[in-house]
DNA sequence: TCATTCATGACGAACGTCCC
DNA sequence: GGGACGTTCGTCATGAATGA
């Protein structure tokens, strides 16, 4: 009886899910070719075709279709035995605080996938900005806080890197001979400064259309087509697109994403919502690069993506 | 023509096995 | 135990095919 590769199999998913080799392989931290002779090496243990070309891309054959089914099955079991296997080592409680930016969007998931793994640990959430999110670590009033753009500290673990862009209605349109209507955050905000500066720096006129303390303030008036805010593609709502090139405003650069742990607090319990939070936000990246419009973030030159080693992406040191 | 994607060859690192 | 060797699997560089 043949075995199957488990690490092929979660290759063959990620490519199905994906489409292609080249983001898949990112997806699962190899190169593209490190994939490619992987689906080749489980076409061998399958005994048959599981791909064909269809233009540039590969698509599965009848066969593929079925290994695949499979291989969520197979997948999902074994990720429920590792779960099951360390559910019952990990107990206490972990204070974690979320930017605004992630409290609606993957996080929800990620805690639930958490919880799951380790119902014995009782977590309490913050959804706040950054700042004061990293300030209330810095307090020991938290354990864990998931922030943007704050650049490194030394209680900071930098797991990715996210682009900044404009955002705008679909059916927002601007008359480029009137000033850019924005809608921001309240000031301070470093998303806010930097837009403006960039603006400035590239002679483009704007004005403020609606300022916002809340991010759910911000992304309404976007929304209602107010103005033109920025972001990371982050919770993009879907009658909202990326305007950079639509527009041709200036490149903000990419913000980095990163953990901040209080003093003392390296429970297991917290080492493992870091672990699950780094791995999640990993694919999460991935993800918003594939669906990006204009494919933004891939163009773009400069440093975005998970934060990975030449050969493997290394486990974050504890 | 250029950008994108996949395939392939060359090479290197890690690991297992064998033999002394 | 440790060195030699073979195998496996990774990266990098490059070419071919394809689409805009």
Request: net charge positive; charged share 25%.
């Amino acid at each position: 009886m043949r075995n199957l590769d488990m690490d092929l199999l979660r290759s063959l998913v990620a490519l199905a899910d994906h489409g292609t080799l080249k983001g898949a392989a990112e997806r699962v931290g190899r190169t593209q070719a490190a994939l490619s002779l992987q689906m080749r090496k489980l076409e061998s243990q399958a005994g048959e075709a599981l791909f064909r070309k269809d233009s540039r891309k590969l698509v599965l054959t009848e066969g593929g279709d079925v290994l695949l089914s499979y291989a969520r099955r197979i997948l999902a079991l074994n990720d429920d035995a590792v779960q099951a296997l360390t559910r019952s080592r990990v107990s206490g409680d972990v204070k974690f605080g979320s930017s605004q930016d992630f409290g609606e969007s993957w996080m929800p998931t990620v805690l639930a996938q958490f919880r799951k793994a380790h119902p014995e640990v009782g977590v309490e959430i913050r959804v706040d900005g950054g700042t004061k999110l990293v300030n209330a670590v810095d307090a020991g009033e938290i354990d864990l806080a998931l922030a943007l753009g704050l650049g490194e500290r030394a209680n900071a673990i930098c797991i990715g890197h996210l682009p900044l862009v404009w955002i705008a209605h679909r059916d927002f349109g601007w008359n480029k001979r009137e000033p850019l209507p924005l809608a921001l955050f309240t000031s301070p905000c470093r998303f806010r400064t930097k837009a403006i500066a960039e603006l400035d720096a590239a002679g483009v006129r704007w004005n403020i259309g609606l300022t916002s303390p809340s991010l759910y303030g911000v992304w309404a008036a976007v929304n209602a087509g107010l103005g033109v805010t920025v972001r990371t593609p982050e919770g993009l709502l879907p009658e909202l697109e990326v305007v950079d090139r639509k527009f041709g405003l200036p490149n903000l650069g990419s913000v980095d994403v990163s953990l901040y742990l209080a003093k003392g607090a390296r429970s297991p319990a917290v080492m493992n919502l870091v672990e699950l939070l780094r791995e999640r936000l990993a694919q999460r990246i991935v993800e918003l690069d594939a669906r990006t419009p204009n494919g933004v973030i891939a163009r773009r030159p400069g440093r975005f993506g998970v934060v990975v080693g030449r050969k493997r992406a290394p486990a974050i040191a504890a």
